[in-house]
Every structure is written in C-alpha cells, then in structure tokens.
T-cell receptor, first 114, second 110 residues
C-alpha cells in the first residue's frame, strides 16, 4: 500500500509570491490534514478535510487555504508569501475520525521564502 | 493556542537507561493521546496511543502513562537504544481534531 505522497518536496519562493502544495493520501483514506512545522513551534494545525469538506481549521490567516478533490487528493495554497512562512508543510491522512484516528504522514514539502 | 505542551526541547540519556518524555495538555475533552516519532527528512510516524479512559498502555519497550487529574502524560522507553534518537511529538485528539506539542529531541548515547 503506497504511503502519503507530497509534492514538491522542496521549493524556493520569494516574498509576495504564492505557492500550491499537493498531497495524495493513502488509498481509501478520506481525511486529509495539513500541518506546519517550524523549529520550536512543533506541528501547527492548519486544516482538515473529509469528503471534500473542510471540517476543522487552525489559527492561520486567510492567506492559507486548501481544498480536497473527489479522489481525496488535497492541495493547500499560500498566497502573498512572507519570510515567516518558511517551514516544513506536512500532510497526513487517516481512514476515519473516530477511535485513535491515527494519522499517516507524508515526508513533507519544505518551503523556503526569500 | 498551545493546548498540548512539551516543555523539554531536548533530552539526552545513556544507552540502556530509561528515557522519560513528558507532555501536558489543557483541554479535558481530548479522548485519545498519541506519541509520534520523527527522524530528519521523514514525516512523523505513529508510536503508541492511549485512550482517555486508561491510565497505562504498553507496547514492547514503550509505555505511555496518563494522569488525567494532572492533565499530564509521559512516554517511557526502556531500555533506550541509539536508534531511538529522534524528535518525539505528543498529540491529543478530540473527534477529528488532533493537536501536537512542540516536540522533544531525544538523543541516546552509546
């Protein structure tokens, strides 16, 4: 069974640009969550999608947005990039929200904003 | 909002000794608590979990303890091995909402 796939793995952007990151969940998983990892801040929750609907959203500005497609693949977009957006963006999928709801993570997309 | 806190950014132990990683939370509505392990250049991987109705869960060398009255959980690794060196994240879940701590970097010295 293929794991969670994130693309691109690395990217460099400049301030003011926008970026789109992609995530393909494990086959059969309908829930996709996005997290931002920065040194000292751990994993900050961005949002979670289930069956193309955003169910939860973290405390990030509106520049951060996402969507989920009918095949459960998800994208997140960051507009008007700031230096502070430099981080590792992790996508995770799970089969359902109940029980332990164990998340399976991808390797992440490392964004550098210059 | 830091609902899950790991106050020790790093921990160093000798091989063969016990490693104890701590985590505190503020929301008493969390129903599951999990520990994840992360190596550099990889995504976090699930290690062990505990339901809020339990106070202990054991899996091989790993044991998680939950103290609900103190809103505190800990992960014990016995005996610690050099391959355990990684960043450990504590997570707490309510329904489909999972929150993570800042992580503790564990270094196990040979």
């Amino acid at each position: 069974k293929a794991g969670v796939t994130q693309t691109p793995r690395y990217l460099i952007k400049t301030r003011g640009q926008q970026v789109t990151l992609s995530c393909s969940p494990i086959s059969g998983h309908r829930s996709v969550s996005w997290y931002q990892q920065t040194p000292g801040q751990g994993l900050q929750f961005l949002f979670e999608y289930f069956s193309e609907t955003q169910r939860n959203k973290g405390n990030f500005p509106g520049r951060f947005s996402g969507r989920q497609f009918s095949n459960s693949r998800s994208e997140m977009n960051v507009s008007t990039l700031e230096l502070g957006d430099s981080a590792l963006y992790l996508c995770a999928s799970s089969s359902a929200g109940g029980g332990t709801g164990e998340l399976f993570f991808g390797e992440g997309s490392r964004l550098t904003v210059l | 909002d830091q609902q899950v806190k790991q106050n020790s950014p790093s921990l160093s132990v000798q091989e063969g000794r016990i490693s104890i990683l701590n985590c505190d939370y503020t929301n008493s509505m969390f129903d599951y608590f999990l520990w994840y392990k992360k190596y550099p250049a990889e995504g976090p991987t699930f290690l062990i979990s505990i339901s809020s109705i339990k106070d202990k869960n054991e899996d091989g060398r790993f044991t998680v303890f939950l103290n609900k009255s103190a809103k505190h959980l800990s992960l014990h690794i016995v005996p610690s091995q050099p391959g355990d060196s990684a960043v450990y994240f504590c997570a707490a879940k309510r329904y489909n909402d999972m929150r993570f701590g800042a992580g503790t970097r564990l270094t196990v010295k040979p």
